[in-house]
């Protein structure tokens, strides 16, 4: 909830999209507080699947809960992962809206990576070996298609790859 509001969920919204989210996961058929969002709500909400009951496999399952309409999840997007397996965000790598979320002063930090960031640079150092790549194309004044991936350096299954895909999504298209 307090990531929804942080990228600017209408108020409601919040609590509704977090408990949705619960409900997806989760194997039971009980409404989290906040919102019901399980098989019964879909059904009635007119869709042909129900909640997932499941963790998420993909991030593009986010457009499939309840209540997830295109311009939040737009906004979540960019602030989640699957593939951190961690229990909590790391304050060292969270972008400012998770920062946020978490009761962070998100401009402090950011401002002190960004220092942190420089310094390392300046001393030939690198940080994460996990990197978000994103590639955008618009013809004209159309509509623009992007191109999302999150790749870390280096390949367990392939000797000698320069990296490893762990999300791609193509295809997107933003009015």
Same mark, same amino acid.
């Given at each position: ?46 869709l042909p699947y129900g909640a997932k009951d499941a ?17 939040? &999840? ?6 989640? =992962? ?17 920062? =946020? ?24 150092? =690198?940080?994460?070996?996990? &990197? ?31 990296? =490893? ?11």
């Amino acid at each position: 909830a307090a990531l929804a509001r942080a990228v600017g969920a209408a108020q409601g919204q919040d609590a509704r999209i977090a408990a949705a989210i619960v409900d997806w996961r989760d194997e039971d058929n009980l409404a989290s507080p906040g919102g019901s969002a399980e098989d019964s709500d879909y059904a009635a909400a007119g869709l042909p699947y129900g909640a997932k009951d499941a963790p998420f496999e993909s991030l593009g399952e986010l457009r499939l809960v309840l209540g997830m309409d295109a311009q939040l &999840y737009r906004r979540l997007l960019p602030n989640v =992962t699957l593939f951190s397996g961690r229990p909590r965000p790391e304050s060292q790598f969270a972008p400012g809206a998770v920062l =946020t979320a978490l009761g962070m002063n998100a401009e402090e930090l950011l401002a002190q990576r960004e220092s942190t960031a420089s310094m390392m640079e300046g001393e030939g150092m =690198t940080g994460s070996d996990a &990197y978000n790549v994103e590639s955008r194309a618009r013809l004209g004044r159309g509509p623009e298609a992007v191109l999302r991936a999150v790749v870390r350096t280096g390949a367990a299954d392939l000797p000698g790859s320069a990296y =490893t895909v762990l999300r791609w999504e193509q295809g997107a298209v933003v009015q």
